[in-house]
């Protein structure tokens, strides 16, 4: 398992938790050789998430764009609405390996937070997240979901209230409680080795369109699009497909425009080290961290997997940032189109997708993951038409 | 003076007592009479720290004083300006995280910092794997990188630590953030001093983390330790508007007479 992608990675963190990460490293090279322990990923995956996610043509939305076909990877149609699932369940398995009865999150959207409350209730460890005050009041729905699945949801008052101050208290959380905790974090972002560890639960993703798509259309998509704030869906989407000629497209977020940077660590950012990994950071002169914007909580964060820095670098992958108000325009267009509430987060990529679509020929194949549904963000939606 | 050579010949007198101070634009003024107060009071060398919007090792009192001072708009040039003040007083290492020192660019930062008069630097989210480049730079520039061990360790590992760090050895004693709370049993962390003075008997051991007042520092003493850190209590002291006088009475208080500690030799 690669310590660093080119320059990226790395684990720069505080001494108390390199026992942990080791722990974590070793636990997870005797897992994936486990049998045992893939069959019951598999299952679990299977009876419990939903797995696989279907492949959807979007005809309407491909009409819309008038060029190439759009397919849509339906992880919004995973258990709890995202593909958060995948790494929860991945990492929650292993954290009952190590014998770690508790578990603790981060959530921005509070996907992650979901699906890390279901893990924990179905795999029996108690379970805590921690929450920005801002993003707990955007995506009030999934608070309630969190509470509703037994676990605890600390309010995070530091910072921007938001998700970078939710990963500060998380890790503050973790180096206190370190010996019975596992720390389920949600991104391919963080020290070694969970960059890796998220990208391999997330390749399932990718794994299936690859199948999927040979058996839909006969080959391998043209081009795969995800959104990107930390990565996760989008390292899923293109882990398995590296090896291929498919093309890729990383979508940030945009913010409102105007001068801010919004939330497009990799358009806007440069190389610094955050959350304990070296990767593209929003920072300014002296290195102190930006505070983002982005209609979507989900993607509201100043840092990138360090893999996702690789790729762009290599220019193995091409990143764009989409405004807000033009997430909220696919967000229309996928509705009305295809009778679709995407999440704000995907709706980022579908309109990058659209865009794509239209420069490109009737027999080019366009693949989005939409990697969450919408219905945490309808206050948001309806708040922004009024 | 550098760090090392600094507590080195201060330890042979009684244990090491080094206080932090969080550098805030608003109070660059004051510093020196602060620093002056704290050598009065026995201190062997100051750890100026440059706040980082990100503090994930700091308590709820660091993290809050490090916000409002970079509110205040404190930056590099305020550590710079901190550190010239300081370092006529007492030996001076700077704490910060990784990042802020990375964007100033490694070698030109610890020249940066070496021209200030600062002789050594202590980075808590800096592990061993990544201190390689850090080290290099900090030998080039005739800074002492300080590296930090906490409980739950492997005594390999600390062997390794004791080894590569500089300066002195930063035991951190408990699993947690800076500021208030219990630290580890004291034959966990006694262990650990032992494992470092065995391997590396010319490297001080300092105790920091949840190191407060007369009590707890004699507690981290009793390992064996060869000196605490002390940085949110003080933190506590300058916002509570303690005077210089005041503060050199607490700082001795904190090593006063009764120590246990057994001066080297």
């Known amino acids: 398992m690669p310590r660093r992608f080119g320059p990226y990675g790395g684990a720069y963190v505080p001494e108390t938790l390199v026992p942990a990460l080791q722990e974590l490293e070793r636990s997870w090279h005797s897992a994936r050789r486990d049998p045992t322990f893939r069959t019951e990923l598999d299952r679990l995956s299977r009876t419990l998430g939903g797995r696989p996610t279907p492949l959807y043509f979007a005809r309407n939305l491909s009409r819309r764009a008038g060029g190439a076909e759009i397919w849509l990877k339906r992880e919004d149609l995973l258990h709890g609405g995202a593909h958060k699932f995948n790494n929860a369940l991945g990492q929650g398995l292993l954290a009952r390996r190590m014998g770690k009865p508790r578990l603790i999150a981060e959530t921005g959207a509070g996907q992650h937070g979901v699906a890390t409350a279901m893990i924990g209730a179905a795999l029996g460890l108690e379970t805590e997240v921690y929450m920005g005050e801002v993003d707990m009041e955007r995506q009030r729905p999934n608070v309630e979901r969190m509470r509703l699945l037994g676990a605890e949801v600390h309010p995070v008052r530091t910072g921007g209230r938001t998700l970078k101050d939710a990963i500060n208290e998380a890790l503050r959380d973790w180096i206190a409680n370190v010996r019975t905790t596992h720390y389920l974090l949600g991104s391919a972002v963080g020290p070694h080795p969970f960059p890796s560890i998220v990208a391999e639960f997330q390749s399932v993703i990718g794994q299936e369109v690859r199948r999927q798509s040979v058996r839909a259309f006969g080959r391998l998509p043209d081009l795969a699009v995800a959104c990107v704030g930390g990565g996760s869906n989008a390292i899923g989407t293109f882990h398995p497909l590296l090896d291929t000629d498919v093309h890729f497209l990383g979508v940030e977020a945009g913010g409102a425009g105007g001068r801010g940077p919004g939330a497009a660590s990799l358009t806007r950012g440069r190389p610094g080290i955050l959350h304990g990994s070296f990767s593209y950071v929003l920072q300014d002169a002296d290195g102190q961290v930006a505070e983002t914007e982005s209609i979507s909580a989900g993607l509201d964060y100043p840092g990138v997997g360090p893999e996702h820095a690789w790729l762009h670098d290599r220019g193995r992958a091409k990143y764009v940032a989409v405004r807000d108000r033009d997430a909220l325009r696919a967000f229309h267009w996928l509705a009305e189109d295809e009778g679709i509430l995407p999440a704000l987060e995907p709706s980022h990529a579908i309109f990058a997708a659209v865009g794509e679509a239209r420069r490109r020929p009737a027999t080019d194949h366009v693949v989005v993951t939409l990697s969450g549904r919408g219905d945490k963000d309808l206050g948001v939606v309806t708040g922004a038409a009024r | 003076m550098r760090l090392g050579n600094a507590l080195q010949t201060a330890r042979r007198a009684g244990p090491l007592l080094i206080p932090y101070l969080l550098v805030d634009r608003r109070r660059t003024s004051r510093l020196p009479a602060v620093a002056r107060a704290l050598r009065a009071a026995g201190a062997a060398a100051l750890e100026l720290g440059f706040p980082f919007s990100d503090p994930i090792a700091d308590g709820p009192v ?103 760090s500089r300066g002195f050895l930063y035991l951190v004693s408990r699993y947690g953030t800076t500021g208030a709370g219990r630290a580890q049993g004291r034959e966990e962390l006694a262990a650990l001093v032992r494992a470092s003075h065995e391997v590396h008997p010319s490297l001080p051991v300092l105790v920091g983390f949840g190191v407060r007042d007369r009590a707890t520092a004699r507690a981290a003493l009793s390992t064996g330790a060869d000196g605490v850190v ?13 005077r210089e006088g005041e503060i050199t009475r607490w700082a001795r208080s904190l090593l006063g007479p009764g120590s246990p500690h057994v001066p080297r030799t």
């Open chain 2, 62 to 164: 660091l993290e809050a004083a490090g916000g409002r001072s970079l509110a205040a708009g404190t930056g590099w040039a305020d550590l710079i300006a901190s550190a010239r003040a300081t370092a006529q007083i007492l030996p001076t290492a700077v704490m910060t995280y990784a990042n802020p020192v990375w964007r100033h660019g490694l070698s030109h930062a610890l020249q940066d910092l070496h021209r200030a008069g600062v002789s050594g630097l202590i980075v808590p989210d800096l592990s061993l794997e990544e201190s390689a480049p850090w080290r290099a730079a900090g030998r080039a520039a005739e800074i002492e990188v300080v590296l930090l061990a906490a409980p739950g360790i492997e005594p390999a590992r600390l062997r390794r630590i004791s080894r590569a």
């Open chain 2, 230 to 242: 002390v940085g949110t209590a003080l933190e506590e002291k300058l916002e509570s508007g303690a």
